[in-house]
Nanobody, 119 residues
């Protein structure tokens, strides 16, 4: 089993920045490095949407709406994935969830962290 804990959310003005972190807690050593890691978000009344993904070989993919503004990265030594969010817009508001696992095999979810972009 893997527990994912997100942090770093909060209230920020448009144009501001936040860095989200998602730490994995597991009894299995070195398992984090094989995971594909993904950030999703969900705004009120909307479906959960993919924001950014990083594979075990650090190949990244982004939603069109965040390209050029968000950066996903991973630190396997710390079992942590990050989402650097710059030039935030009100439409980036939502609960951000961390997902880790092997696609089509198994996955784990964090509890989410709230990001609010408002003046």
């Amino acid at each position: 089993q893997v527990q994912l804990v997100e942090s770093g959310g909060g209230l920020v003005q448009p144009g501001g920045s936040l860095r989200l972190s998602c730490a994995a807690f597991t009894a299995s050593r070195n398992i984090f490095s094989i995971y594909t890691l993904t950030w999703y978000r969900q705004a009120p009344g909307n479906q959960r949407e993919l924001v950014a993904t990083i594979t075990s070989t650090s190949v990244t993919n982004y939603a069109d709406s965040v390209k050029g503004r968000f950066t996903i990265s991973r630190d396997n030594a710390k079992d942590t994935v990050y989402l650097q969010m710059n030039n935030l817009k009100p439409e980036d508001t939502g609960v951000y969830f961390c997902n880790a696992g092997r696609p089509l095999q198994y996955e784990y979810w964090g509890q989410g962290t709230q990001v609010t972009v408002s003046s």
